[in-house]
Structure formats: C-alpha cells, structure tokens
C-alpha cells in the first residue's frame, strides 16, 4: 500500500494546460536509479525506484547522449507526478517502447500508459489511482485534477477501461489492471530486449552490457543516480 504525498502543482509541458496537484509516493521511498542496458539498435535505460524531484533532468540527460534510447525497463512504485508526467512525454515522442518487468504504480503507470508500445513479464504490476490530497483524500481540487488527467489520458489514445480503474480508485488504495485493461492497451507479455541484452553479452555489437555511472564530485564514479 503507497503511502505519503508529494507536491507537483504544474502545467502540463505538452501544453495541454492540465494543472496536477498530488500524487501518492510508493512505502520504499528510495531514490530512483538509472542503469543502461548496451545493444546493436540502441540501448534499453532501466528505471527503478521512486520517482523524485529531478529526475526528469537526470533522465533527458540520458536520452540526449550520443547512443540512443529505444526503451524503458520500468520497476516503480511512484512519485512526483510531475516528474512523471515529463518523462511520460518525453518518451512518448521519441517512441519508445516501455516494458514492466515488476511493479509500476502511480507516476509510473502514466509513463507506461503513454507509450506507443507496452510489454509486460507474466507477473507484472500496473497499479493506478486517482489524485489525492495533503491528507491523502480527495476535495474539489482534487477531483478536478483527476478529471485533467483522465482527458489527457483519452486524449493520448489510453482505453477508457484504464482511464476508469484510475478515476475510480481512491488516491490511498492502488487498483491494478486486468486482464480486460491489459488487452485493450494491446499489452504484450514478454519482454521485447531479451534478444539485444544477449546479443550485447555476447559481444556481438563489440560493446558490453554496463551499468551507467555518474561522475560525483572530485573525480569518484558513483554508479545509478
């Protein structure tokens, strides 16, 4: 069960006028991490952890470097909605494919909505609800957020099962898509960069898997973010 809210009184940055007030963080509350997964078309950037202030700057950094970025191994349990809806965006115009490997809720399940192409393992999570308040409840404003975000979603092509499930389901409980909500998104369930991790393990685009590191004050690597 997510617990704690975070503040992300916005506009939305693809110019909608959508104004998102809160959304509900997952229990772990730790650090989201960024990893890099090498391949001959383009690299997979696995994104896992809680999704917080800044990481949508950490994560266009990643997809402006030189190699490109075709999908996202997402396993999280939320965040920012803010941050969340950047990202989802983002991604959604460079088309990439978005895969869940274990749990993606809140925040996360927006990027995964988004996408043009979804991917699932077998026993994966995809957990929505709607907007909620300081005290974890919904008010007026509330309520005229989760409406913003529910046309945004129709607006994106998103079924109106999912966009249903989310209206639905109070800001302190999760509701996780179905069978019905998976099909209508045309969900496929296996993971689509098992081939190009192979391929990169055994060298076959002469690079090597590699976890990304980031370069911390006085010359240390610190991997992740």
């Given at each position: 069960?997510?617990?704690?809210?975070?503040?992300?009184?916005?506009?939305?940055p693809?110019?909608?006028?959508?104004?998102?007030?809160?959304?509900?963080?997952?229990?772990s509350c730790?650090?989201?991490?960024?990893?890099?997964?090498?391949?001959?078309?383009?690299?997979?950037?696995?994104?896992?952890?809680?999704?917080?202030?800044?990481?949508?700057v950490?994560?266009?950094?990643?997809?402006?470097?030189?190699?490109r970025?075709?999908?996202?191994d997402?396993n999280s349990?939320?965040?920012?909605?803010?941050?969340g809806?950047?990202?989802?965006?983002?991604?959604?115009r460079?088309?990439m494919?978005?895969?869940?490997?274990?749990?993606c809720?809140?925040?996360?399940?927006f990027?995964?909505?988004a996408?043009?192409?979804?991917?699932?393992?077998?026993?994966?999570?995809?957990g929505?609800?709607?907007?909620?308040?300081?005290?974890?409840?919904?008010?007026?404003?509330?309520?005229?957020?989760?409406?913003?975000?529910?046309?945004?979603?129709?607006?994106?092509?998103?079924?109106?099962?999912?966009?249903?499930?989310?209206?639905?389901?109070?800001?302190?409980?999760?509701?996780?898509?179905?069978?019905?909500e998976?099909?209508?998104?045309?969900?496929?369930?296996?993971?689509?960069?098992?081939?190009?991790?192979?391929?990169?393990?055994?060298?076959?685009?002469?690079?090597?898997?590699?976890?990304e590191?980031n370069?911390?004050?006085?010359?240390?690597?610190?991997?992740?973010?």
């Open positions: 069960m997510p617990r704690g809210l975070r503040t992300a009184r916005t506009r939305h693809t110019g909608c006028g959508v104004a998102i007030t809160l959304m509900l963080m997952s229990t730790l650090a989201m991490e960024f990893s890099r997964i090498i391949g001959c078309r383009g690299d997979v950037l696995k994104l896992s952890g809680d999704i917080a202030d800044g990481d949508f950490k994560f266009r950094a990643r997809v402006g470097s030189e190699r970025i075709i999908g996202l997402l349990g939320g965040g920012s909605l803010h941050e809806l950047r990202i989802a965006m983002l991604a959604q460079r088309q494919a978005t895969y869940v490997s274990g749990e809720d809140s925040a996360c399940a990027i995964f909505l996408s043009r192409k979804r991917y699932a393992a077998p026993d994966a999570k995809i929505v609800h709607s907007v909620g308040n300081m005290q974890g409840n919904e008010d007026s404003g509330t309520l005229r957020d989760t409406i913003r975000l529910a046309r945004l979603s129709a607006k994106l092509g998103i079924p109106t099962s999912a966009i249903g499930k989310m209206v639905t389901t109070p800001p302190g409980k999760i509701a996780y898509l179905g069978k019905e998976l099909a209508a998104l045309k969900v496929a369930i296996r993971n689509p960069f098992d081939r190009m991790a192979h391929s990169a393990n055994t060298a076959a685009c002469g690079v090597a898997v590699s976890k590191e370069v911390a004050p006085g010359g240390n690597t610190a991997k992740g973010s």
